[in-house]
């Protein structure tokens, strides 16, 4: 029986492979180089290693990696993440290309990084990877078009701190307010005249029926607003319904 590898042929193995899997994967253009992978590489020989009874070869090894290369390269970018360095473009699409679920996770920093570089298309791909893998909220941000608007109007991408009148003007408050009351009933109506504000998630909602979980915005009513609703409750006859009332069916 050969002999079993040894901890020396695994860091020969590991300085070879890496010297061979960067070309090979293109890891160079990304900006990467041998001894930036050696320590995913080591700790996947590490691995081969400690499976076999018989030494391990380079030729196995190699085989092995490039049948499970996406895991390498999803690895290779959670390693980028994890630097904390200025990324470039090139490892800002490989990111985004190999770990979608740690820069959907990690689009607050990436947003920043890809903002530094005028990445206009990267932020694209980044909103939907926010949207499915991240801690999206129902309300968009009118600066960076992230849906991560907090109950205090903050953005958790951009870090702007936001005003109602901005995000009212962004998502066309006015006309959803007056689109919402017209399927209300009247009494739900005079609720949110007389409560002076409505509740804003994925839809605006008068207070007594504001969403139990999740996020949600208080928007307050300007003046306008409030006389737009009044308009609508004296503009004539509404259906003698209960629809929309808390309790009914």
Request: with cysteine; glycine share 6%.
């Amino acid at each position: 029986m050969r002999r079993a590898t040894t901890e020396d042929d695994v860091k020969a193995l590991t300085s070879s492979l890496s010297e061979k899997l960067v070309p090979a994967l293109g890891l160079d253009l990304v900006g990467l180089k041998p001894d930036d992978i050696k320590d995913i590489i080591y700790s996947i020989v590490s691995s081969l290693a400690e499976s076999r009874s018989s030494k391990l070869t380079e030729e196995a090894a190699m085989k092995r990696i490039m049948a499970t290369k996406d895991g390498l390269l999803k690895a290779v970018a959670a390693m980028l993440l994890s630097r904390e360095r200025p990324l470039t473009r090139e490892q800002l699409e490989f990111i985004a290309a190999y770990a979608p679920e740690a820069a959907g996770r990690a689009a607050p920093y990436l947003y920043q990084q890809a903002k530094r570089l005028g990445a206009d298309d990267i932020i694209a791909s980044l909103r939907s990877l926010w949207s499915q893998y991240g801690r999206p909220t129902p309300v968009e941000c009118p600066r960076c078009g992230f849906r991560a608007v907090t109950p205090d109007l903050t953005c958790t991408v951009c870090g702007a701190q936001l005003s109602e009148g901005e995000i009212k003007r962004h998502m066309g408050f006015s006309r959803l307010l007056l689109e919402t009351a017209k399927r209300l009933h009247p009494r739900l109506v005079e609720e949110m005249i007389a409560a002076g504000y409505v509740v804003l998630n994925h839809e605006v909602h008068p207070p007594s029926l504001a969403p139990k979980s999740g996020y949600a915005l208080t928007i307050h009513l300007s003046r306008d607003e409030k006389e737009t609703l009044r308009s609508l409750l004296s503009g004539g006859p509404r259906p003698d319904q209960d629809a929309g009332l808390p309790g009914s069916r």
